[in-house]
Every structure is written in structure tokens, then in C-alpha cells.
């Protein structure tokens, strides 16, 4: 068994099983503590809420409560391994979300027949949370999934391996487009994946100024083109038949690469054949499509992000959900809607161009972190990213009229 392997069995497995635990936040030792927590004192709050539903934002846990839902069918990289087999992910993301932004968030994973009975369960038990936050579903019904939660509950549902993915994406690749002095109205894309995070990113992308018709979208069976009789969801839409069919051939002069895919599947010639001072973002989780030793071999000219903290440029959804869900839920958001999204970029990608204070620096095990080219996208423990960005999209859910409270003093 490697070294890490071994690591992180132990990491989950002691000194108690699992990653979190629920702590109490009020006194409960006396017999009046009792009375208050639990019959009768806790009638009072009950009937609060039953005369009004928003007094449970002020009498239980839900203003601060984020549940982290799966069905386990788009692990990481890995693939549909189930909803159990996802319980570490989800609560490595309630993990992230207590550490980075303070709020408890619970893991909730779901086993089901088809779609309508996941809508129906996370419709069912949706006021219990201040916001939901879906993970790991695979695509084409991530889309379906997500849209119809968004159309029937009252508090903001966000799929992170779109929307998060997308988010930190474009913050990264238009810092990195502006280091290789290139514009991302001119860049030839290609994205290898087209599940939740290729469609996201590339509409997302879109929304911040890339054209349609420089993206080429890879699944497994090679371009998406319109002679095609397989194209599912919301391939469809990034039909492009200007040219190239492989992934080889996309890759010819292009200045991006997007990868949500799978390990290894770029290689050293498909990095060779792109445009001079690319970019290449190798996001799949855990192994990239391809590693940065081996880009570094190919050409010194690129600059290379991946979804890992042990390189340089972790583009991963850590830096947006926490920060973002931190901002819709101080403002009560009704959604998550472009506008905070588009927010949530902006603040990241002006984040990076500011002084990295040098505790940050030290955290990162690095000792001069300057936007450059292994700098593109600030630090998952850089303690402005909570308030930066969550003030961003607090800001963003106010102007654009789905906050139900105003903007909190400390964000003015
Ligand atoms: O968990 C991560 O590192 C990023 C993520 O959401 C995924 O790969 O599904
Ligand atoms: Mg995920």
C-alpha cells in the first residue's frame, strides 16, 4: 500500500470514524436548560414557525445549514461507485465549508430509482437547510436534476461541479489568458469532458466573453459535431463542424485546454501542437488528463493548472462553494443566479493580482506566490477569500433582486 494510501485511511478512520461531528450551541445541563431546549420551552419556537416559516431562520440552525446531496453516480474522477462510497466526499466538502466559511454543513446521500425520485426527496426535505448545495451527479441528469430543484425549492440549490468548477475556471483561465497576453474573445478552446463541468465552464465562459464557435468539446467519442447520433443533454447546444474531429486535431493551435475528464488522456503531442503560451487546465480529480511534469518536458511556454493542492494553480471548486454559499446565505438569497456567479469570478481573479500576505505563503509551503504564471488563482487557505468573495456575491444577490435581506454591515 503506497504511503498517502495508507495516510489517508488513517486520516478518516482515527481517532473517531468520519470527518465531522455536530456540537451543541446552547447550555444543557440543568433541568431549566431542559425545559428551554426541550418540552416544554421548545413549543414556543414551534409555534412561531408554524404562524410564520421564516421564524425558523431565527429559531433553529437553518439560516447557517448547507446540506451537501448526492447519489453517488460521478465520484470525483472516479465514476458511479454509489451514494455510500461518496459519504467521504460530501463530508470532506462539509469539512471545507465549516473550516473555510464557518457554516455546518451535512452530508445527505441518496439512493433512488430515477430523477423524479431524487427531486422528490431533496424537494421533500429541502426547508430543513438554508441552501443545497448537489455534488457529484453525473451528467446529462445533473442538468435535469438541478433545474427542477431550483424551479420547486425556496432556498438556493447549486450543483458545485458545475457552477463551482465553472467559477474558478474562469477566474483562473482569464488571469492566465491576460499573463500570456491573449483575450479570451480570441482563444481557441478545447474542453475534454462534457459532463457537469464541461457544459458549466463552457457556458460559463461564454457568459464572460468566449465565442461559441473557437470551443471544441470532446466526450469519448471525439468532437461534438452535428453528424453525430449520440449527443445527449445539453451537448447539443456546443455542436461545433468547423474542422477537426479527435482530440489530436483540436488541439492543433489551440491556446486553452480545459480537462474535466479522466487521468491521462492527453499527450505529449496534443500539448506540442498547440498555439504558442497556452493554457492547460487539467482539472480531472484526483489524476489530470495529464501531469504537469510531463507539459513541463513538452514546452516551457504553458501554464498549467490542475484540481490538486500538491502543484501549482489548484483549480477546484474549494476556492467558489464555501465563500459563495457564505454570501447567499447572508443575504437569505432566494438563488444562485449568472449575476453572483459572474461576481464570484471577478473577486477571485482580482484577488490573485493583490499581495499575498505571508501567512498565506507559508500555508501554501512556498515562500514567493506573485501573480505570474504558478500564480494564477489565490490560495484555498487565503483568509480574504471569505471575505471577498462572499461579499461579491452577497453584493451581486442584492442589486440583482433575489436577497431577501440587505447587504449585513460588516460587508459595507
Ligand atoms: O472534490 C474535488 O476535489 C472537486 C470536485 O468537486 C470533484 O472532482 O468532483
Ligand atoms: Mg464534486
Redesign the pocket.
Same mark, same amino acid.
Given at each position: 500500500m503506497s504511503e498517502l494510501r495508507q495516510q489517508a485511511l488513517d486520516y478518516h478512520a482515527f481517532p473517531v470514524p468520519g470527518k465531522i461531528a455536530i456540537q451543541l450551541t446552547k447550555p444543557a445541563e440543568t433541568a431549566h436548560d431542559l425545559t428551554l431546549a426541550y418540552s416544554p420551552g421548545v413549543a414556543e419556537p414551534v409555534l412561531e414557525i408554524a404562524a410564520n416559516p421564516d421564524e425558523a431562520y431565527r429559531y433553529t440552525a437553518k439560516a447557517n445549514l448547507v446540506a451537501v446531496i448526492t447519489n453517488g453516480t /460521478?465520484?470525483?474522477?472516479l465514476g458511479n461507485l454509489g451514494p455510500l462510497a461518496a459519504k467521504p466526499?460530501m463530508e470532506?466538502?462539509a469539512l471545507l465549508f465549516k473550516r473555510f466559511a464557518g457554516i455546518d454543513a451535512i452530508d445527505i446521500e441518496v439512493s433512488h430509482r430515477d430523477n423524479d425520485d431524487f427531486i422528490r426527496t431533496v424537494a421533500n426535505i429541502a426547508d430543513s437547510f438554508g441552501g443545497i448545495n448537489l455534488? &457529484?451527479i453525473k451528467a446529462p441528469e445533473c442538468f435535469v436534476i438541478e433545474r427542477a430543484l431550483i424551479e420547486c425549492c425556496d432556498v438556493p440549490v447549486f450543483h &458545485? &461541479?458545475q457552477h463551482?468548477?465553472a467559477i474558478v475556471t474562469a477566474a483562473g483561465l482569464l488571469n492566465a489568458l491576460e499573463i500570456q497576453g491573449k483575450s479570451l474573445p480570441d482563444a481557441r478552446i478545447v474542453c475534454l469532458g462534457a459532463g457537469a /463541468?464541461g457544459i458549466a465552464c463552457m457556458d460559463l465562459l461564454i457568459a464572460c466573453g468566449a465565442r461559441r464557435e473557437h470551443i471544441f468539446m470532446i466526450d469519448r467519442h471525439g468532437v461534438i459535431r452535428s453528424e453525430r447520433t449520440d449527443l445527449n443533454g445539453e451537448k447539443p447546444r456546443f455542436i461545433n463542424d468547423s474542422g477537426p474531429r479527435t482530440l489530436h486535431e483540436a488541439m492543433q493551435q489551440a491556446d486553452v485546454f480545459v480537462g474535466v475528464s479522466g487521468p491521462d488522456l492527453v499527450s505529449d503531442a496534443d500539448v506540442a501542437a498547440m498555439a504558442p503560451r497556452p493554457v492547460i487546465f487539467a482539472?480531472? *480529480?484526483?489524476d489530470p488528463e495529464i501531469s504537469p511534469e510531463r507539459v513541463r518536458d513538452v514546452r516551457s511556454d504553458a501554464i498549467m493548472g490542475t484540481?490538486?493542492s500538491d502543484y501549482p494553480n489548484q483549480i *477546484?471548486?474549494?476556492l467558489c462553494f464555501p465563500f459563495l454559499f457564505r454570501g447567499a446565505l447572508d443575504v437569505r438569497a432566494r438563488r444562485i443566479n449568472t449575476e453572483m456567479k459572474k461576481a464570484a469570478v471577478d473577486a477571485l481573479r482580482l484577488l490573485a493580482h493583490q499581495p499575498v500576505p505571508i501567512e498565506v505563503q507559508a500555508a501554501a509551503g512556498v515562500t514567493d506566490l506573485t501573480f505570474g504564471p504558478d500564480y494564477v488563482i489565490p490560495k484555498p487557505m487565503d483568509p480574504r477569500l471569505l471575505p471577498v468573495v462572499a461579499r461579491a456575491v452577497a453584493q451581486a444577490a442584492v442589486s440583482s433582486g433575489v436577497a431577501r435581506l440587505s447587504l449585513p454591515d460588516r460587508y459595507r
Open positions: /460521478a465520484i470525483l474522477g466526499v470532506g466538502k455534488e &457529484d &458545485d &461541479d463551482g468548477t /463541468a482539472c480531472s *480529480n484526483p484540481g490538486r *477546484n471548486n474549494v
